[in-house]
């Protein structure tokens, strides 16, 4: 049987959010601080839970109206008409440009809406101080954070679209009420990933390693 290796907090060591340095925290109730870059320590984040449920909550809320309000109105000669992100996708398949109808699906549709079940599948298996597939979970909230940084592809791709509308004679495009809810719903899912914490994931089997022990 191998040794358990130390584990941070027990050994009375945080991690910097910021700079990444491993320091240790005072002994006393003092606040501690990075000695690297000054930022507060702590072994982990202060109502991490409920600040990300909350953000989660009103990502889920502004991702049914940007996905049935118009995101773009398109004014041609024939009149004008009112696009949502479906309809664009379908849109865009219809003439030919599957590549890009593939892109905006999935990151219009598909991130967001996996985004927010992976989170809320981490803070309920937290919360449950669930004791399985640890490292799956960290993989997973990693992988949530990768695609973070892409989240806001499809803003880029709308406001493409519309340069390239307008510089057609006879023609324009509008964005709409919905590429503020979609937006809404990429910087609240974004701050939802970053005020999660990871190492809530594998405090349960501490606890269940010390009570055994």
Request: proline fraction near 5%.
């Amino acid at each position: 049987m191998t040794a358990r290796e130390p584990m941070a907090m027990p050994s009375g060591l945080a991690l910097c959010k910021h700079c990444g340095l491993l320091s240790k925290l005072m002994p006393t109730h003092e606040t501690s601080y990075c000695p690297r870059c000054g930022n507060e320590l702590a072994f982990r984040r202060r109502e991490t839970i409920q600040r990300t449920w909350a953000l989660i909550i009103a990502a889920a809320i502004c991702y049914i109206p940007a996905n049935i309000l118009p995101v773009m109105t398109s004014i041609t000669l024939t009149g004008t008409e009112d696009d949502t992100i479906l309809d664009g996708v379908v849109m865009l398949y219809a003439t030919g440009s599957w590549p890009l109808a593939l892109i905006v699906l999935i990151a219009s549709v598909m991130i967001p809406m996996s985004k927010l079940f992976a989170l809320a599948y981490l803070l309920v298996t937290v919360q449950r101080r669930s004791l399985k597939s640890n490292r799956e979970r960290v993989q997973l909230y990693r992988l949530v954070e990768f695609i973070g940084r892409w989240s806001m592809l499809d803003v880029f791709v709308i406001s493409f679209t519309v340069a390239l509308v307008q510089m057609k004679p006879l023609m324009a495009a509008q964005p709409q009420t919905g590429i503020v809810f979609f937006a809404a719903v990429v910087v609240l899912t974004i701050f939802a990933a970053q005020s999660f914490d990871p190492r809530l994931i594998w405090d349960s089997a501490n606890s269940m390693e010390n009570q055994n022990e």
